[in-house]
């Protein structure tokens, strides 16, 4: 059977859209992720496969908790100052969010919005099409005057889709310091992608942590409830299910270790014991020395000058930015520089 190559829409009402688009991968991107991944050295599995239903609702719950200062610090520079933030055009524009989850933090933005210019086009786009819908229905029920489409997508299929869909000016808008799990290069590349379909009109609104003391940083990563862990864990559930493999929980620990030479906290997933994993629909055995990780996700964190140097490498340039008291994290808000 061929696979799907047009948009699904999955829903249609007068104020709300929700479209699914196909992946260009196709269905074995989980599959070729973890083949490739599990027989390098070291091995690796890209963080894009957290966000499963359980793995979205964990990450969820980390924006809670006392040691996750990113979202509670992000949200206070919002409260304060998002009616600067959505600033700056004549008629409303539309909001499109990366990585959009819940929207929480989100709804200051487009409360603003609405405040300044009465109606609001927005359009979220997340790989988690069963949270981006909940979310998507919740702000057209609080929010009269607001249009959604949402997207569930990767963000290259969705940022292609925009170019040609979107003819009014744009506030693209990605939070939670998501970046910081790109590599500098990238991050290089999907800066100058944002940029690519950004005209002069349109701006980036984008959140990033800033770097800071270790144990301030290795703790949001490794709390105490243990809720990170099972975010990181919940990952080779997954492929258990999904793949067929079985990987026993309890043979491994969530590890978070701050690389100051390279300014990022790495999660790891570190087995506790010499073990070989099974990975039938692969037709793979995986083997795992006592003490051997398998490097699950970065958070890189900025400086003021590295983030300039991003923005110029994209073709972009700072007009606006905001940060909190203690200097923990910065909002700023790019323009084209050409």
């Given at each position: 059977?061929?696979?799907?190559?047009?948009p699904?829409?999955?829903?249609?009402?007068?104020?709300?859209?929700?479209?699914?688009?196909?992946?260009p991968?196709g269905?074995e991107?989980?599959?070729?992720?973890?083949?490739?991944?599990?027989?390098?050295?070291?091995?690796?599995?890209?963080?894009?496969?957290?966000?499963?239903?359980?793995?979205?609702?964990?990450?969820?719950?980390?924006?809670?908790?006392?040691?996750?200062?990113?979202?509670?610090?992000?949200?206070?520079?919002?409260?304060?100052?998002?009616?600067?933030?959505?600033?700056?055009?004549?008629?409303d524009?539309?909001?499109?969010?990366?990585?959009?989850?819940?929207?929480t933090?989100?709804?200051?933005?487009?409360?603003?919005?609405?405040?300044a210019y009465?109606?609001?086009?927005?359009?979220?786009?997340?790989?988690?099409?069963?949270?981006?819908?909940?979310?998507?229905?919740?702000?057209?029920a609080e929010?009269?005057?607001?249009?959604?489409?949402?997207?569930?997508?990767?963000?290259?299929?969705a940022?292609?889709?925009?170019?040609?869909?979107?003819?009014?000016?744009?506030?693209?808008?990605?939070?939670?310091?998501?970046?910081g799990?790109?590599?500098?290069?990238?991050?290089?590349?999907?800066?100058?992608?944002i940029?690519?379909v950004?005209?002069?009109?349109?701006?980036?609104?984008?959140?990033?942590?800033?770097i800071?003391?270790r144990?301030?940083l290795?703790?949001?990563?490794?709390?105490?409830q243990?809720?990170?862990?099972?975010?990181?864990?919940?990952?080779?559930?997954?492929?258990?299910?999904?793949?067929?493999?079985?990987?026993?929980?309890?043979?491994?620990?969530?590890?978070?270790?701050?690389?100051?030479?390279?300014?990022?906290?790495?999660?790891?997933?570190?087995s506790?014991?010499d073990?070989?994993?099974?990975i039938?629909?692969?037709?793979?055995?995986?083997?795992?020395?006592?003490?051997?990780?398998?490097?699950?996700?970065?958070?890189?964190?900025?400086?003021v000058?590295?983030?300039?140097?991003?923005?110029?490498?994209?073709?972009l340039?700072?007009?606006?930015?905001?940060?909190?008291?203690?200097?923990?994290?910065?909002?700023?808000?790019?323009?084209?520089?050409?």
């Amino acid at each position: 059977m061929a696979r799907t190559t047009s948009p699904t829409i999955s829903h249609r009402s007068a104020r709300l859209q929700v479209v699914q688009l196909p992946d260009p991968s196709g269905d074995e991107s989980l599959a070729v992720a973890v083949r490739d991944g599990l027989c390098s050295t070291p091995k690796t599995l890209p963080c894009r496969f957290f966000y499963d239903a359980a793995g979205s609702n964990l990450f969820e719950q980390i924006c809670d908790l006392p040691e996750y200062y990113i979202t509670r610090t992000e949200d206070a520079i919002l409260a304060e100052s998002a009616h600067e933030m959505v600033a700056g055009w004549v008629s409303d524009p539309i909001m499109v969010e990366l990585g959009s989850g819940s929207s929480t933090k989100t709804r200051r933005l487009i409360r603003a919005a609405l405040n300044a210019y009465a109606r609001l086009r927005y359009v979220p786009i997340d790989v988690s099409r069963t949270i981006l819908e909940t979310s998507a229905r919740s702000l057209v029920a609080e929010f009269p005057n607001l249009r959604v489409r949402a997207i569930a997508g990767t963000y290259s299929a969705a940022l292609a889709s925009l170019a040609i869909n979107l003819d009014r000016p744009k506030l693209f808008v990605f939070l939670g310091s998501s970046l910081g799990n790109f590599t500098t290069d990238a991050a290089r590349s999907f800066l100058r992608e944002i940029a690519s379909v950004m005209q002069p009109v349109d701006r980036l609104l984008l959140g990033t942590d800033l770097i800071k003391e270790r144990s301030l940083l290795e703790d949001a990563y490794d709390d105490r409830q243990r809720v990170t862990a099972a975010f990181n864990l919940n990952l080779l559930t997954r492929i258990n299910r999904e793949l067929n493999a079985n990987f026993h929980l309890e043979a491994f620990e969530h590890r978070a270790i701050y690389r100051e030479d390279q300014g990022r906290v790495e999660m790891h997933l570190v087995s506790r014991v010499d073990q070989c994993v099974s990975i039938a629909d692969l037709g793979l055995s995986v083997e795992f020395r006592a003490g051997e990780s398998i490097h699950t996700e970065n958070s890189h964190k900025y400086t003021v000058e590295r983030l300039a140097e991003l923005a110029r490498s994209a073709g972009l340039a700072e007009e606006s930015a905001w940060t909190d008291p203690d200097g923990l994290f910065r909002v700023q808000r790019w323009m084209l520089s050409r």
